[in-house]
């Protein structure tokens, strides 16, 4: 009876230590505004599996006024849209935005890096459509070719405001209106993709191109310069629940295109991306690709290139989908 008891206070214990650790709160007791009043700042944050983030407020000492910045996100996304209250745009509430953006931002960057260019382009072009016989997304991110390795920065953040804003709240929330002129666009990239950067051989080339990939990226090298071709991100072609989650698999290079197995876990699907490797057009096939057929029969792990044809099984179903890669590439070229 003992054991019992003491095993049940050991689990309960366990379960409260895991809970302080998934949230976190803090808070600071300071004149931030040096007005001789002292004001309190709250920070919040929660962990999770998928989505993770929290919010960071000022409470004015002298008017009991609340300030707030919401930092909050799922890792199937790269990028968060911060928005900026008008309040706290005030001149006079200036040192609290330091406070808060020190809080919950990091670093500061001028412009965007290439491979943000490619995610902003992407999601911005973004086209959602449903009666194509092939695609059920189609995007044309651009980004230049660059004359050294490309590399992926430390999370930062830009500034937006005015128009970019509102075209940014278009994939990001629907939340553009005249309190929020301001918002900072947030980009955390991966850090085993920065170390995989490093040390990384062509997977596939051919005359022309040399293909690379990461856990969740794919680039490309064309004699001595660079450009990306895919970043797997949720606001753009789709991406797995979470970071640790391998997204790139195979990936097959034919003249100026190349066709990529993306995984998307935890869904037992997986997502086929055409790539023109110099418009960087990027379509996904509508199907569901999966070995699982519902049948005694097990579908195809992953596609396959024959006689210049693609094949794959889609969920659901036995019988081997036939596409000439003719047909696939003239479809994504007339976007």
């Known amino acids: 009876m003992k054991k019992t008891i003491l095993f049940i206070l050991v689990l309960v214990g ?33 962990y999770g599996s998928a989505c993770s983030g929290g919010d960071a407020s000022i409470i004015n000492g002298k008017t009991k006024e609340k300030l707030t910045l919401y930092n909050e996100g799922c890792y199937s996304s790269f990028m968060r849209l911060i928005r900026v209250p008008t309040a706290l745009n005030l001149e006079i509430n200036a040192p609290f935005l330091k406070v808060l953006k020190d809080t919950v931002l990091p670093k500061k960057r001028s412009r965007p890096d290439s491979s943000l260019n490619w995610l902003l382009s992407g999601s911005l072009s973004l086209k959602v459509v449903e009666e194509h016989p092939l695609f059920d997304r189609i995007a044309a991110p651009k980004t230049n070719w660059i004359p050294n390795e490309l590399t992926l920065p430390e999370a930062y953040y830009i500034t937006v405001s005015g128009d970019t804003l509102q075209k940014l709240d278009r994939p990001y929330g629907n939340y553009f209106n005249q309190e929020y002129t301001t918002a900072f666009l947030v980009y955390y990239p991966i850090a085993d993709s920065r170390a995989q950067l490093a040390n990384l051989t062509p997977i596939i080339k051919n005359t022309e191109y040399e293909i690379y990939k990461t856990s969740h990226c794919v680039f490309v090298k064309k004699g001595k310069m660079y450009k990306w071709l895919f970043i797997s991100d949720s606001d753009v072609m789709g991406a797995p629940d979470r970071h640790s989650w391998q997204a790139i698999n195979q990936i097959q290079l034919i003249d100026n295109y190349v066709i990529i197995h993306q995984d998307v876990p935890p869904d037992n699907v997986y997502n086929i991306q055409i790539v023109n490797i110099e ?21 195809m792990d992953t596609f396959e290139i024959r006689n210049k044809k693609l094949l794959f099984t889609a969920y659901g179903d036995p019988k081997v989908r036939i596409i000439p890669l003719k047909q696939l590439f003239h479809a994504l070229d007339q976007f």
Not at 279 to 299: D, I, S, W
């Open 14 to 46: 366990a379960l409260h230590a895991l809970i302080a650790q998934r949230y976190k709160t803090h808070t600071t007791v300071i004149d931030f505004n040096k007005d001789t009043v002292l004001d309190t700042l709250i920070n919040y944050y929660e």
């Open 279 to 299: 418009t960087q057009k990027v379509a996904r096939l509508k199907f569901e690709p999966c070995h699982e057929t519902m049948t005694n029969k097990r579908g």
